[in-house]
Nanobody, 127 residues
Framework: QMQLVESGGGSAQPGGSLRLSCAVSGFSVDNYAMAWFRQAPGKGREGVSA????????YYPDSLKGRFTISKDNAKNTVYLQMSGLQAEDTAVYYC????????????????????WGQGTQVTVSS
C-alpha cells in the first residue's frame, strides 16, 4: 500500500526550528520527485520545496531560500523538511507529496504535478 505519513509538526516560537519527516511506503523516493506544500487557514495550498529523484536538485521559492531545506534518505525512504527562523506566517498544515510521474523534473511545486499526498502535520509559530 502506497502511503506518505508526515510527522514532526508542533509549536515553535518565532525564530525557532522544526524538522518535518515524511515516511514513505509502497514506492521508492529515489524514483519520484517529492515536495512539501503548506496550507494556512483560508488560503490555498502553497508549494514550499521540492527535490528530484536523484536528490541532486532542489527547489525553493525565493521567499523561503535560506530558511527551509529539503532532503531525503533513500535508505530510510523518508523525506525531510528542516525549517529554521520560523515566523508566524509559517503557521500552516504541511503536506508531503509525490510527483505524478516518476523521475519528474522539478520547479515551483504545483499541486497538479503531485498525485499522492500525506495527511498533513500542523505547524504553529507563536510567542
Amino acid at each position: 500500500q502506497m502511503q506518505l505519513v508526515e510527522s514532526g509538526g508542533g509549536s515553535a516560537q518565532p525564530g525557532g526550528s522544526l524538522r518535518l519527516s515524511c515516511a514513505v511506503s509502497g514506492f521508492s523516493v529515489d524514483n519520484y520527485a517529492m515536495a512539501w506544500f503548506r496550507q494556512a487557514p483560508g488560503k490555498g495550498r502553497e508549494g514550499v520545496s521540492a527535490i528530484d529523484s536523484s536528490g541532486e536538485n532542489r527547489y525553493y521559492p525565493d521567499s523561503l531560500k535560506g530558511r527551509f531545506t529539503i532532503s531525503k534518505d533513500n535508505a530510510k525512504n523518508t523525506v525531510y523538511l528542516q525549517m529554521s527562523g520560523l515566523q508566524a506566517e509559517d503557521t500552516a498544515v504541511y503536506y508531503c507529496a509525490r510527483s505524478v510521474h516518476p523521475f519528474a523534473r522539478i520547479g515551483l511545486p504545483r499541486t497538479d504535478d503531485y498525485g499522492m499526498w500525506g495527511q498533513g502535520t500542523q505547524v504553529t509559530v507563536s510567542s
